[in-house]
């Protein structure tokens, strides 16, 4: 999980100067205009690496608003992302209901293999991710993976080279028209695997499912979840396709469990968990059944039963 490199994008309504110039005072380098077709600020550090503030429509905003979108990075550079996001708060930035944040994962170190089973275990889990981020309504930018038949697809092809996927992602045999359109309508699914083609040889997997934000502590466990589960997907020798039912009875205790077999345990991912968990109902520790881990009757639920 840690040795994957990954970039955000995240958007906000802030003006592009003011974010680039509060992004340099707080990580270091220097601010400039760059123009061109988004009107671009960036903030280029010391290292030569750039953060980009760029325009983006669906943000909702009569400037333009601001995507910031960060260049490559690895888990070492979490505490300098989060101190971009609080420069940003603290430039008084303000996300809207339309704006997202998107997670790429860089591809180079997965085979068709792994992106297959990153395919099936968004879709086994993505029901009970969803109630955890609450984001129904960016369903118009990151439809269900399998709302096209895309995982039905896959596991009735069984692809075993890039080629293969990408007949069973585009639906067709004739991908080459598809994969240089930039803003192909496959991209608006919530992992979106059109970068795979459409960057290449840069390709990436993208995760679009998630409202901005401007905490910090939320964004670093959007990046954790969705590092986690690309590192689950090159180590697993298959995944299970069947989907994950909604529970509301369970949710909390199944997005733990889920977090704990990607391994997001101890307490360098207690925030990590705290964040996911925060907007489930129920029990973490119990599927409300009464037994908690350790099969110990829970005591509240016992003295209910005796009343």
Known sequence: ??????????????????????????????????????????????????????????????????????????????????????????ARARVTASSGIHVHIDASTLDVKAICNLAKLWNRQERVINRALVNSHRSNWCREENSDGLVDRIVASKPKTMADLAKAWYNTAAVEGRIACHYDNSRYHALN???????????????????????????????????????????????????????????????????????????????VRKHLLATLPGSSRSANTGIARGGRARRENVNQAAA
């Open 193 to 271: 695997l059109h970068n795979l083609w459409y960057r290449r040889p840069n390709g990436t997997v993208e995760f679009r499912c998630f409202n901005s934000t401007l905490h910090a502590g939320k964004i670093r466990a959007y990046v954790c979840l969705c590092l986690a589960m690309v590192a689950r997907s090159k180590a697993a020798r298959s995944v299970q396709v069947e989907r994950k039912p909604l529970d509301e009875n369970t949710v909390k205790y199944d997005m733990r469990q889920f977090m704990i077999k990607l391994g997001l345990v101890g307490d360098e991912y207690k925030n």
């Open 1 to 90: 999980m840690k040795s994957l490199r990954f970039g955000i994008e995240i958007e906000t309504t802030c003006k592009r100067e003011t974010a680039a110039r509060a992004v340099a005072a707080a990580i270091g380098g220097y601010a400039r205009f760059a123009g061109g077709f988004y009107q671009a600020w960036e903030v280029v550090q010391a290292d030569g690496r750039k953060w980009k503030m760029v325009t983006d429509s669906s943000i909702g905003c009569r400037w333009g608003g601001c995507e910031v979108v960060s260049p490559i990075l690895t888990y070492d550079d979490m505490e300098t992302l989060q101190k971009v996001v609080r420069a940003l708060r603290g």
